[in-house]
């Protein structure tokens, strides 16, 4: 379990930046960083178990709010003390 919560934290000290984009309608729109730091510590800890799972990156069913639930609970979960 240590490991699991060393690699959550190393993935929480370094998020990624949310970069913007062009939305359909021409405004220029930021990435919910909640998905992106979701998405990165998925992929953080894909990588140090080395899980077969598929790309991270393409996951884009999940709504804000199941997104926001995710990160309380690895907070709460796995980063607050006990």
């Known amino acids: 379990m240590s490991c699991l919560v060393e690699s959550i934290a190393e993935a929480m000290k370094n998020l990624p930046i949310p970069s913007t984009y062009n939305g359909s309608d021409g405004i220029r729109y930021r990435e919910d960083s909640n998905l992106k730091d979701v998405c990165h510590l998925a992929e953080t800890i894909r990588r140090v178990y080395n ?5 991270i990156s393409s996951i884009q069913s ?3 709010q199941q997104v926001i639930e995710i ?12």
């Open 51 to 55: 899980l077969p799972i598929d790309d």
């Open 62 to 64: 999940l709504s804000k």
């Open 71 to 82: 990160v309380e609970l690895v907070e709460h979960e796995l980063l607050s003390p006990p």
